[in-house]
């Protein structure tokens, strides 16, 4: 069993920085993939930023140039640093890792950006 936690979130003026960590713990063996997610409300979860076993990153090109993924503690903390904050940055934001070809998400966090 895999367990992951976010922190992080809050309330940030735009312009503003946050970052998110997200702790595994459990069973995280063989960790393929880690990433962050987004929902707004009334919108589809959308991919934010991943980072695969052999470190290359792929972002969401929203936010590209202001957000940061990184992993560390041998691979079982995942950090999202995100700069430059604007409004439609708010949203819950959430965790996943694919261990063993399972999905495994954290139960998120809200990040708010006011104008």
């Known amino acids: 069993q895999v367990h992951l936690v976010e922190s992080g979130g809050g309330l940030v003026q735009a312009g503003g920085s946050l970052r998110l960590s997200c702790a595994a713990s459990g069973s995280i063996r063989s960790i393929n993939s880690m990433g962050w997610y987004r929902q707004a409300p009334g919108k589809q979860r959308e991919l934010v930023a991943v980072?695969?076993?052999?470190?290359?990153?792929n972002y969401a090109d929203s936010v590209k140039g202001r957000f940061t993924i990184t992993r560390a503690n041998a691979e079982s903390t995942l950090n999202l640093q995100m700069n430059s904050l604007k409004p439609e940055d708010t949203a819950v934001y959430y965790c996943r890792m694919t261990i063993g070809g399972r999905f495994y998400w954290g139960q998120g966090t809200q990040v708010t950006v006011s104008s």
């Open positions: 980072i695969i076993s052999s470190g290359n990153t």
